[in-house]
């Protein structure tokens, strides 16, 4: 019996973590699917998915898998980094190496993936590569994602919060395809993300 009580308090300990770090994602992001040609404005920066909506019989009812994103700028993720070393009370040499290796490994800024998949192998990470191109679809960089496991099923599924810093500058606006490694289609989705114009 105190086994089981234990294993219980586990179990609740890791919903509990896990609903922490689901809270982390914009709710823009996870409100509902985002469906084709609707704009998202989050974080000062417009994305729209041009391609790759789920079709299901429910989509009337805009319910199934998520596969949503967000853009930060260099700019907006040396603003981030300060303000969580101020949350977190750092020390100048953990918030002057952070600023440095965001500066050194993300020159292109960074993309926040946002997926829900049925099965827990499918919302894994390492199944996904991503390719950015300019407005003349002109490839700028192709990067695979690493490994990362899926939470715990919530609401529509697994689902996985996943940060990619892109190795390159990316002009403005650009393009984003998210691609599985063994899909039998040329691009599975695509983002166009641009700033937001300030003046609308």
Known sequence: MKKYFLLLLV??????????KLLQVPGEMRMRPWLESE????WDH???????????????????EFTTLAYQSPAQIADS?????V??????????????????????GRIFLYLTRYTESDANTKWYFIIVRDEHDEKVLEQQLG????????GDGWWNYYEILLEKKVPMPFRLYLNKNVSPHLSDFMFRIKPVDKER
């Not at 890791?14 to 922490?20: K, P, S």
């Not at 704009?39 to 989050?42: A, D, P, Q, V």
């Not at 417009?46 to 199934?64: C, D, P, Q, W």
């Not at 980094?81 to 070393?85: D, E, F, P, S, Y």
């Open 87 to 108: 949350q977190e009370n750092w020390t100048e040499e953990k918030l002057k190496s952070e600023l440095d290796r965001y500066l050194k490994e993300a020159p292109g």
């Open 147 to 154: 490994y990362q496991s899926p939470e715990m099923p919530e």
């Open 11 to 20: 179990l609740l300990g890791l919903n509990t973590i896990a609903q922490d």
């Open 39 to 42: 704009e998202h404005i989050i």
């Open 46 to 64: 417009s994305i729209t998915l041009v391609f790759g909506e789920k079709v299901t019989a429910y989509r009337h009812m805009n319910v199934g």
């Open 81 to 85: 980094v300060n303000k969580l070393a």
